[in-house]
């Protein structure tokens, strides 16, 4: 592997980031862990997402925060200043809020043609000044009626990544035709997108598609001796595989476990014969035995599992850090490697306000705050 020694993808982007609680920070981070120098604006109040500490942390690391009262004349006129410097702007506010303070992407775009304006909000443009929030998206998406409510929140994890995928396509753009873009992305759409499989079901004359686990009887959480697993075995391949790395013969030669379709036709049934069979072993023999066989199956981890998880550990995915209080903290990398390139060091979520003099003294921006 040669390791680079150029600067980073994104070095030399600046970003004015104007987004809050979760999606719009995720993405805005994503771009300073490739970069980009991120300028994260925030009211006098801050953030309400620092209300929750490890949330805060987990979303905008590589930053430096400044605090400008956009509510104010004086406060609009220095965020106006501070965007003459910026390559990128990035708001998470509902659809015409920032033109209704001079700060909208017509307006911003007149006087710098080459700007990138990316916003991130519930519904786009076309929903007026609606507000939402993920778990109302999987309300409203379909997502809730097909698996019930998750609290984690992939919706706005999912358009936050979106949003960075349209901004590098900006980015791209600005570099090999010298234009600046309006990106637009919004949580309806992202959860639409990933549901695109089971609505194609739906619109093919299926209402009600099918989970997986209905389907497929060994697929999804079973019980072990001890502790819950996860199976992924779908093909007659996968079937044959698994028979025989548990020790199950009986199964393999069943006329009725056949087929995928003779499978699903007593998924009930067989999924209890599998439980049966699951449950005379502990996790880690059932693991062992399907990694030396080359079965899809893994555990299903607790989130403290998960942290201790030895894969999750070889990946470099999670590197242990202290927040700005000393206490115990991690820090989740971007889960995309420049295979050539060391990890890049980061530097912990700011303090609110915490460079406001330092980056206007920088930028030769003279407004007040």
């Not at 805005?28 to 009211?43: F, N, Q, R, S, Y």
């Amino acid at each position: 592997m040669t390791t680079k020694s150029n600067p980073t993808p994104l070095s030399g982007i600046r970003v004015a980031d104007f987004t809050q609680a979760l999606a719009g920070p995720q993405a805005t981070m994503t771009l300073a862990d490739l970069g980009a120098e991120v300028i994260k604006v925030e009211p006098p109040n801050g953030d309400p997402m620092r209300m929750e500490p490890s949330g805060f942390f987990s979303a905008n690391r590589n930053k430096r925060s400044v605090v400008i009262d956009l509510g104010t004349p004086e406060g609009r006129v220095t965020a106006r200043e501070l965007i003459r410097t910026v390559d990128v702007v990035v708001h998470s506010q509902r659809p015409g809020m920032m033109d209704a303070i001079g700060l909208g992407a017509a307006q911003l775009r007149r006087e710098q043609p080459q700007l990138i304006y990316a916003s991130l909000s519930g519904y786009g443009p076309a929903g007026g000044t609606r507000r939402s929030v993920d778990a109302v998206i999987q309300a409203q998406s379909g997502l809730m009626a097909f698996q019930g409510f998750s609290e984690v929140a992939l919706i706005d994890v999912c358009t936050g990544m979106a949003l960075v995928q349209g901004v590098l396509a900006a980015i791209v753009e600005r570099e090999r035709f010298g234009v600046g873009s309006e990106i637009s992305a919004n949580l309806l759409d992202t959860a639409l997108f990933a549901q695109a499989q089971f609505l194609g079901q739906c619109a093919g004359g299926q209402p009600n598609p099918s989970h997986f686990g209905d389907r497929y009887p060994g697929h999804g959480e079973f019980q072990t001796a001890d502790k819950p697993v996860c199976l992924g075995v779908y093909t007659n391949s996968q079937w044959h595989g698994f028979c025989t790395a548990i020790g199950a013969p009986e199964l393999l030669s069943d006329p009725r476990n056949q087929t995928v379709a003779s499978r699903s036709a007593r998924q009930l049934e067989l999924r209890a014969e599998l439980q049966a069979l699951l449950l005379q072993r502990p996790r880690a023999e059932w693991l062992k035995i399907w990694a030396e066989h080359n079965i899809i199956g893994g555990p299903l981890n607790t989130y403290a599992e998960t942290l201790a998880d030895a894969q999750v550990r070889a990946n470099g995915a999670v590197e242990d850090t202290v927040d700005a209080n000393g206490n115990p903290a991690i820090v989740v990398r971007i889960p995309f490697r420049d295979v050539d390139r060391d990890p890049t060091p980061f530097t912990a979520a700011p303090a609110l306000g915490e460079h406001t003099t330092e980056v206007l003294a920088q930028l030769s921006v003279s407004g007040k705050p």
